[in-house]
């Protein structure tokens, strides 16, 4: 099973074959939880988090486009929309996002295509994160990941609005050029 | 590169990231609608938006968990269907109760209903409220929308899966007459767009979605009183 592709396992947990909902829980749910525990520090929300995040896989499997990313990456997204939108519930404090900087990309049990692509991804992310000056990288993990506008990110870091934009700005603007790089080395 | 597309490029980080909002946002999806350039360089953005969640650590779930979602999909399943049923029929009766006088109105109940959306109208000077599924060509479900005619007129829109992943035109069709309403950018198999219009809503005969090629991928016939 582990070598079936990961979007054969995403159409197989639509058309509700439950040998197929077993083998893609089963490969994302450490992913998915992590994510949500990253964001939530709380393992009661973060499982209904992650709960949540297979139900709305299984029914807007028809909406994943294969041209616009892995499906590690598209159910990520869903869990961290999710994750945000309990965030702003609970009104909670983000953790600190240093934490975030020490983090590890690809995981062992990752499907075939996604450990080409994504894993690739993750890894000069990841570096491209590393080399980030710290005010840029608490800003973009800010956003990312706890959903945080320029606005609220200037106030949590007591900056000008206009300062808050042009940190996520160069910050993305380096993550993106490390993925171009990658791209141009591959030829594409 | 033009004036627009360097606007636009100011706010993509943001936009990728999904984080803008309001006018910025409103302003960057009519730009992109018409901007291949400007699309690519979104979808660049988005990548490596979505691959730093890949960054976060993994973590076990509890025990059970996996037994869990399984009995919930199954749970769901029946539900789900019957949720859609439920919410298509409480559309409909609003759209007869707000229809008017003309509406036979059988109980109480009823009665009390019509006179209160009779009072939601009032509002804002308010004609008329409608509500209609959006389908595909295949007649699968992929949304619905609300339109209100008043002082101001608006739209609300709500996309969702089979429709894929994009940027979408919201046009209206007022007596043969193609009318843009707004932009709608669907992301992770969801997307709404809601604002006010100058177009007559109370004659639109029918919204469509259309894509960047020009593509009719949604369509709805409103019904007027």
Known sequence: MWSVSDEALLA???????????????????RVFGLA??????????EDVAQETFARAWRHAGAFDPRRGPVATWLLAIARNLAIDTLRLRRADPVDPEILVSMQGTA???GPEERALAGDDAH?????MATLP??????LVLAAFYGKTAREIGES????LGTAKTRIRSAMMKLRASLQVEDDERGM | MNEACEATRELLPE?????????DRARALDHLTACADCSSELAALSRAADGLLTLAPQHEPPAGFEDRVLARLRRERPRHRARRITTFAAAAALIAIVAGGSVWVGTAHDRKLASYYQGVLGIAHGTEFAAAKLETADGISG????????RPSWVFIVVRAPVSDGIYQIMGLDHGLNVRLGVVRVTHGNGDWGGTTTARMSSMSKIVVVDQNGQQVLHATVHHE
Request: hydrophobic share 45%; no cysteine.
């Open chain 1, 12 to 30: 197989g947990l639509a058309s509700g074959e439950s040998d197929a909902a077993v083998a893609f829980i089963r490969r994302f749910q450490r």
């Open chain 1, 37 to 46: 525990m990253t964001i939530l520090s709380d393992t009661a929300a973060a």
């Open chain 1, 108 to 110: 062992p049990d990752a």
């Open chain 1, 124 to 128: 000069r992310l990841h570096d491209a």
């Open chain 1, 134 to 139: 710290a005010d840029q990288r608490r800003a």
């Open chain 1, 157 to 160: 870091e007591n900056i000008p």
């Open chain 2, 15 to 23: 936009l990728a990231l999904g984080i803008l909002g309001g006018e």
């Open chain 2, 143 to 150: 949304g619905e929308i609300f339109t209100y005619t008043g």
